[in-house]
């Protein structure tokens, strides 16, 4: 199998890269700023998702394209810069692939899309829509224009993950490096459910949904087991040998804090230590069910988060980061 990935830079593409690699596929990447991580012998394309001529050309003879590539960092730039990337970057990416004759491809969108998840409920595919912020906005209008596209006839399966975390990711490593260094404080009562997923288990539901998934459709991609963050963060503690301090903040202030101190560094063009999008893990419920997937896919995650949070940590600490 040819495949393109977009994103190979980032936590999951590199990790879709090293993994594909491995199997022996034929691995080509768009590398915009930063080179892959990923191990394996990978072909790598220089540019950007603005650049219709380029997906195109690198499209050609790909089977399967995994598109991954999203804009973080609001405070550097903007929602204009979001939605270059996240929404127009999409739709310049699909229309390359089906002028290429691409097979099929896998969109990577946001379980962020969601909002907020109300009342103890699992959220289904087919959860009434809420974006809360800049970057789950954009993400839910690339969504949109995958479905559109779709609808068109093209073949395009989208995958909403769970809170993917594992070996290699430098965005969740802060939050381990907080808690493990004793400079973490929970933020509100702790109950806000999620649903992580290893990396592993993760990039195995990739794979079954570029080899099963039906054309249109949306998959969750998570595991098994949803989990307050306090039990999430508790047990990061203890992997990492420590336990949580007893202080709490309230969310309100913390909340208000947030938007105070994204609203100065963006001045600046800053990232902030605490804003609303950093704040969303905590405030925000965003369980996903995995049933369809499930059922559709053969998708089964393996790892148990206790599991997985103990290879994470070895894994820091090894590599000299922990």
């Not at 550097?76 to 004759?101: C, H, M």
């Not at 963050?229 to 990061?236: R, T």
Request: one cysteine or more; glycine letters at 14%.
């Amino acid at each position: 199998m040819n495949v393109f990935i977009t994103g190979i830079s980032g936590f999951i593409g590199g990790s879709l890269g090293s993994a594909l690699a491995e199997r022996g596929e034929a691995v080509r990447a768009l590398v915009h700023r930063h080179q892959p991580w990923s191990a394996g012998p990978i072909e790598t394309v220089q540019g950007d998702l603005g650049d219709r001529a380029l997906l195109e050309e690198a499209c050609r003879g790909i089977d399967v394209v995994f598109h991954c590539a999203a804009a973080l960092g609001a405070s550097r730039i903007g929602e204009q810069g979001f939605r270059a990337v996240n929404a127009e970057g999409t739709r310049t990416l699909l229309e390359a692939a089906r002028a290429a004759g691409v097979g099929r491809v896998v969109h990577f969108s946001s379980a962020g899309v969601l909002g907020h998840v109300r009342g103890g409920r699992i959220a289904g595919e087919d959860y009434p829509l809420d974006p809360r912020d800049v970057y789950d906005r954009t993400k839910l209008e690339g969504e949109r224009i995958a479905l559109q596209a779709a609808g068109s006839g093209q073949d395009v399966v989208i995958i909403r993950p769970g809170w993917a975390y594992g070996p290699g990711d430098r965005r969740t490593l802060k939050l381990f490096r907080a808690i493990a260094r004793k400079r973490f404080v929970l933020v509100g009562k702790g109950r806000t459910l999620q649903t992580p997923v290893y990396i592993d288990d993760l990039i195995e539901g990739t794979i079954l949904s570029a080899e099963k998934g039906r054309r249109g459709e949306i998959y969750h991609l998570a595991g098994s087991e949803a989990l307050t963050v306090g039990e999430i963060a508790g047990l990061i503690a203890e992997a990492a040998g420590g336990r949580l301090p007893r202080v709490r903040l309230p969310l309100l202030p913390t909340r208000a804090a947030a938007w105070i101190l994204g609203g100065a560094f963006r001045l600046i063009k800053k990232e902030a230590p605490l804003n609303p999008s950093r704040l969303a893990f905590f405030a925000h419920p965003k369980p996903l069910d995995i049933f369809k997937a499930r059922r559709e896919l053969g998708y089964a995650p393996k790892t148990p988060f206790r599991e997985g949070i103990a290879k994470t940590v070895a894994w820091y600490r090894a590599a000299g980061r922990l």
